[in-house]
């Protein structure tokens, strides 16, 4: 199986500052036929189930505000929010979709205000 | 619009087992895969496994392998997910979500609290 690890486990960021979260995955998640890679990134708020900002380690879901950006290739990938708001206090995890029907998601990463 | 209704909450004693529906409106139910993923209290995700309803086969992660069974009915629209020999770790939200357009998982269901106790 594919292992995720996601860097830091928890963060504070000041409100309209950046944060930044990373992924790593244990092999290549990056298929040569389409030059895609199987690399999404989720945010869950308490209470609500996850929801699927980016597709294809950098193509922003619909209607997904364009402060959120992702990045990377292969085995590292980044997710970046811009500018931080309040509404971004959520846990975040990566989950790589490589092989049909097997999935695995990093271990999360807690953002919190600052 | 696609939508996951999940049936609602349980509670069971160790060794028994769990079903859990989850019914699809909305979209083609059969050429999507649905997974379920499971979410222990405090804890992170975990996916269990699972099936594309045209295909009629499943997948399930080594940890949950002989344990689970989920299945779908293409009549209904709807997917279900049973474990057995249930024990206490296993108290957690159980969510089905099914595959978007796009590939990964773009639709949530509202989860199920199992609990597990004697």
């Known amino acids: 199986d594919i292992v995720m690890t996601q860097s830091p486990d928890s963060l504070a960021v000041s409100l309209g500052e950046r944060a930044t979260i990373n992924c790593k995955s244990s092999?290549?998640?990056?298929?040569?036929?389409?030059?895609?890679?199987?690399l999404a990134w989720y945010q869950q708020k308490p209470g609500q189930p996850p929801k699927l900002l980016i597709y294809w380690a950098s193509t922003r879901e619909s209607g997904v505000p364009d402060r959120f950006s992702g990045s990377g290739s292969g085995t590292d990938f980044t997710l970046t929010i811009s500018s931080l708001q309040a509404e971004d206090v959520a846990v975040y995890y990566c989950?790589?979709?490589?092989?049909?029907?097997?999935?695995?998601f990093g271990q999360g990463t807690r953002l919190e205000i600052k | 619009q696609v939508q996951l209704v999940q049936s609602g909450a349980e509670v069971k004693k160790p060794g028994s087992s769990v079903k859990v529906s989850c019914k699809a409106s909305?979209?083609?139910?059969?050429?999507?895969?649905i997974s379920w993923v499971r979410q222990a209290p405090g804890q992170g995700l975990e996916w269990m496994g699972g099936t594309i309803p045209i295909f009629g086969t499943a997948k399930y992660a080594q940890k949950f392998q002989g344990r689970v069974t989920i299945t779908a009915d293409k009549s209904t629209s709807t997917a279900y997910m049973e474990l057995s020999s249930l024990r206490s770790e296993d108290t957690a939200v159980y969510y089905c979500?099914?595959?978007?357009?796009?590939?990964?998982?773009?639709?949530w269901g509202q989860g199920t609290l199992v609990t597990v106790s004697s």
């Open positions: 989950q790589q979709y490589y092989s049909t029907l097997s999935i695995t």
């Open positions: 092999q290549s998640v990056l298929y040569s036929s389409n030059n895609k890679n199987y």
């Open positions: 909305g979209g083609t139910f059969s050429s999507y895969a």
């Open positions: 979500a099914r595959d978007g357009s796009s590939g990964p998982l773009g639709y």
